[in-house]
Each structure stands twice: as C-alpha cells, then as structure tokens.
C-alpha cells in the first residue's frame, strides 16, 4: 500500500524526492541555492520580505550574475521555484534553509538582527517534521543559542518535530570554475538526528557534502576558512608596505615565491579587503572569544592591516602628486574599478568605498569608471560614472585601479593616462614612469 504523502516521514520525504524545499532570503546565496535544488528537480519557495526581488524571482528573472538566466526562467515557468513575502506559506515545506545576511554594527560587534527576525517569520508556521538550516556565516554557537531558542519559543521540539543544523554557504561570486552544486558542503547538526537529516537534505541536490559532528564545528570551519585568507592578505599587505620602501616589486616576490611546488600558497596585495564574507567574519570569532576571556591577537591585528591600507593608498596617491607638483586637493581622480572583485557588480564591503571616501575628504574631484556598477551611491556621495575614453583618462590628474576587470583597456589607460596608481597590478604588462604599482 503507497504511503500517503502526509504520512511519510520527513526522511522518506527527503529520500523519494517528494520534500518540498523553502529557502529564507533570495540573494546572492539563496538565488543561487534555490535555482540549484530545482535543477535536481525539487519544488522550491522561495522567500523574501523584498517585494521587488519576489516580483522579479516570481517572473523568472534572474538578478544575480551567477544563476543562469534562461535556465531560472524554464524552473519557475515549470513550477519548480515560487517566490514571496508570505511566510505563513513555510508550513508547505520540509528543509527550509535560511539564506539572510550577517553585518556587524557601528562597533563592529555582529549583528544577527536579518537571522532573528528570519527565524522568527517561519517559526510559527512549520508543520508536521521539519528541517531547518542555517547557512548564514556567524560565530560559533549562533544556531544552539539563537535559533534554537525561536523555535523552541514557538512550540517546536528540536530533536522531534524541528530538526536544526548549520551549513556555511560557499559562494564565490563570479567563480567561472566552481558553483553551488559542486562546491563541497559542510554540514552540521545540533543533534545528532539533525546532522542526519540535514545531511540527507544537501546529498539530495548537491555533489559533496561534509558532515561534521556539531554546529558549532560547522560554524568554527566556516571562520577559519575566511581567517585563513584575511591573515595572510595582511601579511602581504605588510610586506608591500616594506618593499615600497626597499624598492622590489612585491607582485614580482609572490609570483616567484608560487612557484615552489610544496608549502606555500599565494595571496596578493590590494587596497583593502572586499566582499561579505572576509572584511566581517574575523570580527564575528573576536566578539565570541571575549566570552571566554580569550583575545584572538593575531586576527584582530590582521584586521588592523586591512583595514590600514585604504588610507595607505590614499596617502601614496597624495605623495604621488606631490611629486609632480600638484595638491590632491581639487586634483581629478579617476577610479577604475568599483566593484569588490573582478568581473562582478557585487559591491559589498568594497575597498574602493573607502579609499574614494578619503579622497572625498582630502577634497579629490572624483568619478569613476566600471563596466560592472552603472551607479554609485553610499554614504550620502554620488559620484559620477564616465566611459572610458581617451579623453577622460586625459582630463584626470590620476588614474587609480581598484579593481582589474578584465574587460577595461589597459593599453588605453597606459597611452594616455598622466599617473597610474595601480593596486591590482592590473598593469603588469606595461612600463612607464607614470605608472605606480602598490
């Protein structure tokens, strides 16, 4: 006798296909992820307290870079995705993953304001035996402390009706090479049933998954991988620092040193540290370690070195005109590359923000260029876009590069630029006097 769908476990749900999925937050980690589970056939909600980014998801629009956009028009025209701001529609799933970003405040502790209020929206609603993940980079304890305790708060028994575990999102916007559905997943369960289910969950659309024994391992690992990569730009970001002073060419140190086939992997100078994941996450493990009367000194002075070299390059560009006579003050800056990493339009956490903030205050005339970003606005400044032409390169007093899209040209801005300060080593291929390398 077949089993009646509101009689199965969410275990056979999840095994014969038939779970239905919601995913919390449409962004650049829940777009993708939810695109992906349809892609292995799974119905998906999903939800998002933007009205214009479940109008756009509800219309089969893809307005992140990364989620194909004629494949997301055929799931949501073939009724695999929905999306919408109605939340009580949570009691149709059965693996709900939440997807919100995770800032920190003015004082730079974390704010986990979007996965409270995230949690709070589907709590009351779940129904029957229900999974539900966080993939929301946090410090370790957040998915016992914070989200378990919602749940709890809302009827839930977590172990027998609710099921909870933590998977860190891996998303690398613009990553031409690896995607969400080959990405491998680390996964880990407040209990151990939860790890369990969640597990069987991700296995369900996805080639790999980790698991590992707690939530909180699964949240330390997602630190440590961001760690890892905001210690060692620090070092290099000394290190260039020094080498401006003793004259050798810091891109050519670490291109030498990459080619040792053992024991060393290379990470490179820039003007500050972008995206959401690497300028915030150390912060996130430093506020949990005073908890525990522990000082994470070596990441907190990582943090310090990051966060230095926007005005360091803010400083070389004024030393730069200087020596050519002129003020940075008045002088016209062109920036080209606004946008946190190459080849994308993803601006959070962008280094340029900040370096264009101080020139804004050393009362730089700035505009920019990125073929990315057609328009900037933070922090109450607008500032003009231009299109790269001779004659715009020409009228700037200096050209800075802070971020190396592939598709600017750079023979251009060589022939005809009167100062180059480029921190991405986009320039690489060119000499000059003119040119200024970080």
Not at 58 to 73: H, P, T
Not at 190 to 218: C, I, K, M, N, Q
Request: aromatic share 8%.
């Amino acid at each position: 006798m077949a089993i009646n769908q509101t009689d199965k476990t969410l275990e056979q749900k999840l095994q014969d296909g038939t779970a239905i999925y919601g995913v919390v937050g449409l962004g650049y980690v829940g777009l993708p992820l939810a695109s992906t589970m349809a892609q292995s056939g799974h119905k998906v909600i999903g939800f998002d307290i933007s009205e214009e980014k479940v109008a756009a998801a509800a219309a089969g629009e893809s307005y992140i870079a990364d989620v194909d956009s004629e494949l997301f028009a055929q799931q949501v025209d073939g009724g695999l995705v929905q999306a919408t701001t109605d939340f009580s529609r949570a009691a149709e799933c059965d693996a709900i993953a939440i997807c919100v970003p995770t800032p920190l405040d003015k004082m730079r502790d974390p704010d986990v304001t979007f996965m409270v209020e995230a949690t709070k929206s589907v709590a009351p609603h779940l129904r029957g035996e229900t999974l539900v993940t966080l993939e929301s980079t946090t410090y370790p304890g957040t998915t016992d402390e914070v989200i378990v305790p919602i749940l709890e708060g809302a009827g839930h028994t977590v172990g027998t009706d609710v099921f909870v575990a933590f998977s860190p999102e891996r998303v690398d916007p613009g990553n031409p090479t690896h995607h969400t559905k080959d990405t491998p997943k680390v996964v880990g369960g407040v209990t151990s049933r939860s790890g369990e289910l969640a597990v069987a969950f991700y296995r369900s659309f996805l080639d790999v998954v980790v698991p590992v024994s707690t939530a909180r391992a699964a949240e330390m690992s997602k630190l440590l991988e961001n760690i890892f990569r905001c210690v060692n730009i620090a070092l290099v970001n000394e290190l260039v620092q020094l080498c401006e002073r003793m004259d050798i060419n810091m891109w050519e140190v670490v291109d030498s040193a990459k080619t040792k086939p053992f024991g060393f992997m290379p990470f490179y100078p820039g003007p500050g540290l972008g995206g959401h994941c690497i300028p915030i996450d150390p912060y996130y493990l430093s506020w949990k370690a005073r908890e525990f009367d522990f000082h994470t000194q070596f990441i907190e002075l990582a943090g310090k070195v990051n966060e230095n070299m926007s005005y360091y390059v803010a400083d070389r560009l004024m030393a730069a005109l200087n020596m050519q006579h002129k003020s940075l003050a008045g002088a016209r800056v062109l920036v080209l590359g606004v946008a946190y990493k190459a080849d994308i339009d993803d601006m959070r956490e962008s280094p340029a923000v900040k370096v264009i903030d101080h020139l804004l205050d050393r009362e730089a005339d700035v505009v920019y260029h990125d073929p990315f970003v057609p328009d900037y606005q933070f922090d109450g400044h607008q500032i003009d876009r231009v299109e790269l032409t001779a004659a715009e390169i020409e009228a700037a007093d200096a050209v800075v590069i802070l971020t190396a899209h592939t598709e600017v040209d750079y023979a251009l801005v060589a022939e005809h630029a009167q100062l180059i300060f480029d921190t991405r080593n986009a320039m690489k291929d060119f000499t000059g006097g003119h040119i200024l390398r970080l």
